[in-house]
């Protein structure tokens, strides 16, 4: 019987084992960054209030309240008479600890539930009115076509099987909104920039924007934007402030 031909040993080059091993030591370093991370934001968190805080924030909830009422009252008459646009854009700036739960509750109705959100509103009474009642934690203005469709190329994601999805394709919106007749994104922008007969429908498909917090365009101040502060109607003036956020 013929002696078996012994198999040559598999040969790994060293840079490739230098290689694997630097893998496993980075693996194991960035795993223990991650815990060492999680372990700080749940001691960050607990933080325990004085009773100066509570009382502060209650003032100033209650403030906001007595605030929201006195803003309610005032007629919108007039309000949206400097231009012919049907189209606003409202951008959260603000509002946490010191807002009222009536005020956060009007925000909500927006889908304004974070700060730096925007969404795309119909100019109207009722839109107005709610304007007026959150008014300090809200900017808002007239968005021109440039505004709107760099909007949605840049920022823009829809809203699909209850999850939110980037708008990388025109399949997402022919698969939602193909019934109106709404098959890509020019569509889409051409639907919100004239305010069209589906508007409601593609705003609702439309996610609130996430917007990037700019530098040195907000001072945090809650008067209005023609008295010097951030908040109110800034007219024509949002485009320069969708520009910094985008």
Not at 128 to 139: A, D, G, M, R, S
Request: proline share 4%; with cysteine.
């Amino acid at each position: 019987m013929a002696d078996e031909v012994p198999q040559p040993l598999n040969y790994i080059p060293e840079v490739i084992l230098k290689k694997r091993k630097n893998n496993e030591e980075w693996a194991i370093r960035r795993k223990l960054q991650l815990e060492q991370k999680v372990r700080k934001l749940k001691s960050d968190s607990f933080v325990i209030k004085k009773p100066e805080q509570f009382i502060r924030e209650y003032r100033d909830k209650e403030m906001d309240l007595v605030q929201m009422k006195q803003r309610g009252k005032r007629r919108a008459k007039g309000a949206l008479t400097t231009s012919d646009s049907k189209l606003l854009f409202v951008i959260r700036i603000g509002g946490k600890s010191d807002m009222h739960p009536r005020t956060r509750k009007a925000l909500y109705s927006l889908r304004l539930r974070k700060i730096f959100s925007g969404v795309f509103v119909k100019a109207n009474e009722r839109t107005v009115e709610i304007l007026q009642k959150v008014e300090p934690f809200v900017t808002y203005g007239y968005p021109n076509l440039k505004s709107v469709k760099d909007l949605i190329y840049k920022k823009g994601s829809g809203k699909t099987d209850n999850q939110r999805v980037p708008l990388t394709s025109n399949d997402i919106v022919e698969q939602t909104l193909g019934q109106y007749g709404i098959i890509c994104l020019e569509d889409v922008v051409r639907e919100i920039a004239s305010v069209g007969p589906h508007f409601k429908e593609v705003t609702s498909f439309l996610c609130p924007f996430a917007l990037t917090k700019p530098e040195k365009a907000l001072q945090g101040k809650k008067k209005r934007y023609n008295d010097g502060g951030d908040s109110g109607n800034r007219e024509d003036h949002i485009n320069e402030l969708i520009s910094k956020m985008n």
